[in-house]
């Protein structure tokens, strides 16, 4: 941590400062410039940021200097890790498809759904049973009737699920039923629901918030590595900015910076980001271009007739085109697509 | 609603349309221009939007011309609301002061924040015993026994008490003892809670969300409201952009804005959306010139030992500027700021 | 200047760093911590930046620590500056009131617009002749015939003209009618016309940008100052934010914080940043409250033909309450309203 | 145009506006709904946007249903352009890099580095003379003497040159040394120089504005167009957000967006968008991903030397990697890097 005195700052504030810093068991080492001090703390930060510095006087500003997060990050874990759901890895030398509807409706959808996703290369299947909607008079998603429905799809496809949980309460009744549990962008700092999958024992993927910092996104996976899981993948779906020809911006940066930061996989999610399904494949191939270790995708066999964003589903003509671009871009980066031979059989 | 057709659409593709329309019980009308074509729909909304025009060939965009909202626009109640917290209004006929400390720590902490909180002219006292943090290693709040303390400081100085739900589950305990039910920024779009306090028979303070937009904080609003309470308070907090000299941008145009298209009454934060102490009074200033119905601010004993946002809290020696701005300006809005001839008794 | 190393850095790293600071004449102080050593340095910034510390081996982050303005910043003039305009004085103790059309189209247009202005307590008269449009199709103003009309203007009402310059190309011409030349939103990082309005010999209106940062914009006044110009106000007129609800987020904040970094008048244009009518009133009563040493707003007798921002124009009907404002706010903020005792006969 | 009326517009304001449409010549259609009618406008835009609508009796809302350009869009020239600088194309069928110094500091160092840009692909010289800075205080490049330096290593290299110009004043001299004129972020609605660069009959790079839109971008594009300059090169650059951690946000999608709109190509600037050397080469891979119809990379022979933006310049380590990245990206779009071979010879 660091201490900038102002300009105004008299001997007697710095001596306060290096005082009640070595009161609290650490050091302060004082520089002092032409026109301004500077203090540098050395010692345990949390018991610093416990001091209120920053309202003593003379301080001009208060400086920290070390990550905010311990277990996710990647300066004590500097290799990176990989997650495996339902056997199905998601880490560093693979590319993972993930692929199904945005909401699951009907078993039928559903199932053509996950095989439009296996035809294109899929390993895992996406499907939301219970979706958080901006309003109360959207669909909702089915509950626990659609969770049923994946399990069901699971059995005849063999692909691991990966769904949503909105509410605390309903963890581990998710958790019975799926392979991953995701955290939407609305949730990101639901700090209880974020507790509550820590401890479900199940791999968890954390997607961006609307506005969250790269910061802020990992000290949200902190608070699930808290409770005992390391198994989280951080997914980037595109931040709110003053652009409003696209839904979201994605921010593609953010894979290599949380990469950098974080030993968690990280993903990106193409579809949400643009909420435009010209926009699919475009971002799919910049997301496996800047290193992403997976990618999230809503597919629909009818989109014209989905209950929620339908208008970014991709349709069964996009097919061809994706499973190219999933197998021909991972290798350039030394990469493969994961497929059914990474699976390694998860004990019952 | 209105659908734009593109340039290359068909005339296929507008009878398409029209018929889709016509079959769901609405009406189409058509007008056509030199390079696009527009169809206006008349009819009920909810049933055009599960149709995916947007996805429909030839169309270029669908513009909603309605509002999403319907049980807190004003367009079907045109008379502002007032709201009673433990019999203490805020409306558009008073200023109402809410003070005390961010958080609970100790009850004579909070004892001498509500006698500072009176001392300016507070008739609502606030205070967090359930603390949403960004970093999983800060104080959480005392929980329950920060709600008895409140209740205690209640006894004593006669203040009702605002104070926040930050999980579903707690909504029937927070309820036991509060008088105002605080949803904050990062739970405005945390649905599964919103509809718990919608049920909890309590007014309900709802904070913006840091990236939310006006509509959303209204349609965020209209889930409580769903669930049969209309008691609510909207709250500007200060919204996230890029600017850092200060921690939010108070959007001080939300006020009036949100009066316009709500008949709820909308408060301000200043404390939270500066994040500075040096800037809450100019604040609390504009807020109330700008017409806001109340504002709610930290304020602290001891702001150098405060266990959260000690930074932004008054002091002592801010309250006799706070309770001059509080009488002075309120009148030049026709306004009086609440005090206890306001308040009515809560029948037991 | 604070140089914060990696945990990876070598003691080699550190020792390169002390070198080169000590060789450019500065010193440097090392602070070991357990994790992290931070290094202080003490000297001239300047030659510092020239060293591009951020990328020598070991550095994990540089901080600058001091304000990279001077001849604007408040450290070095603690005193707040006033700014007299054709004799009219926008400072500390004052509201000043600028006011008139948007742009310039006819001479009777322009009278009537000075005359409402005038009756609403504007001391200074505002309108623009070279108009910056974002689309090549719209109205550009009527340029040199508008300044003419501009300066008669001026001797039938008595009103110092403020208006404003896009090219500096037109520098010279603007000035030789102008007594306060206007650098708009979209110029405020057109360096090229900040020093040539910094040579021009008069008092210049500094618009933020419309996505600037307040310490790009006070970089921004440096640039003017630097060629000796210190006659400078700043005007808020807000920023581009997520929110659509508004044309621009107006950022209160900003005036205080301005007002604490730099000595410079801050002031307020209530009619940009909404860009609705309905928000001109309660903007500028909050504007006032938050400590603006003016407001600038637009009029029109008749905004239903206005060849420019209409829609956000006071009307007629809107100036009584208006003058009711600027007369009623300013005593409790301890200023006044400026009128025509403040203005000095400026020497010919 | 399509125009929303209130809900309590009467049948007066109806007709108001269906007769001031007729009177300049245009139709109006009217659609009642239960709650709101609609009216869509048909005929000259230009005409209905000088009529002031919106502030007419009973309007809610106006909305512009066609786009606000016309010779930069692709809706009326269906096939993407490609513009050739110095004989070299950028189009559709292609991806080329330019690359170069940020800042022309010596001869020796302009040389190196087009050498270095050579070796990686580069067919196209970038280095500026002229350096647009946010402080004063910062090194703003060596003028005429830069242009000079770079003719000379075109001279030795081949390699046609791009360069900034930041005043209309200067566009004459730049355009006598440069094969190609850039347009900075700080300038894109700089109109006044769009408009010389527009008659200097040189082919220009627009970048995006720091925060502006894609249809404010296109639309700076059009002022250019409209002086008889169609050879317009647009380049995204980042934008300015809340995230902290790069230096802007990299937009991809604007790449896919911009070139459904425009016909115009669309490059990406990798190096200014994260301001970070390690995100340089993952951003570059990005935008060949994503479709872009090249790339603008800043390299340093001595980037801990560099007079500015030192920490983001690729260094003679990166080359292999970047050359390989230029190599094997394109052919999966179909397209391949533009070599010797593309090059046409210019009639002198």
Chains 1, 2, 3, 4 share one sequence.
Request: with cysteine; net charge negative.
């Amino acid at each position: 941590m660091v201490i900038v005195m102002g300009s105004e700052a008299t001997q007697d504030d710095i001596e306060s400062i290096v005082g009640i810093v070595s009161t609290s068991g650490g050091e302060a080492f004082v520089s002092r410039g032409v026109n301004r001090t500077i203090i540098g703390l050395v010692g345990d930060i949390e018991r610093f940021a416990a001091l209120n510095i920053r309202g003593m006087s003379g301080v001009a500003d208060v400086m920290r200097v070390s990550m905010p997060y311990k277990l996710v990050s990647r300066e004590n874990h500097p290799e990176r890790s990989t997650v495996r759901v339902g056997g199905v890895p998601i880490g560093p030398d693979t590319v993972t498809l993930i692929a199904g509807p945005c909401a699951v409706e009907t078993p039928q959808q559903t199932l053509e759904a996950a095989e439009m996703a296996k035809a294109a290369g899929a390993t895992l299947l996406r499907g939301g049973a219970f979706k958080p909607r901006t309003s109360p008079y959207a669909f909702q998603g089915l509950g626990e009737e659609g969770l049923r429905i994946l399990a069901d799809v699971r059995e005849k496809t063999g692909l691991p699920i990966v769904t949503e949980v909105v509410d605390a309460h309903d963890v581990e009744l998710v958790a019975s039923y799926a392979d991953m549990l995701q955290i939407g962008t609305r949730n990101t700092q639901n700090f209880a629901l974020l507790q509550a999958v820590g401890k479900a024992g199940k791999p968890v993927m954390l997607k961006r918030g609307m506005s969250g910092t790269i910061e802020e996104w990992l000290m949200s996976a902190e608070y699930i590595a808290q409770r005992g899981n390391l198994d989280i993948v951080l997914c980037e779906r595109g931040i709110r900015t003053f652009e409003t020809a696209t839904r979201n911006t994605l921010d593609v940066s953010a894979v290599p910076v949380a990469q950098r930061l974080s030993h968690l996989p990280v993903i990106i999610d193409p579809s949400h980001s643009g909420g435009r399904r010209d926009l699919v494949l475009p971002l799919t191939r910049a997301a496996i271009a800047v290193g992403a270790d997976g990618v999230i995708i809503d597919v629909h066999p009818h989109p014209e007739q989905a209950l929620c964003d339908g208008p970014q589903a991709l349709v069964n003509g996009d097919l061809r085109e994706l499973a190219r671009v999933m197998r021909q871009f991972p290798p350039l980066l030394g990469r493969t697509l994961t497929d059914a031979t990474h699976a390694v059989p998860v004990p019952a």
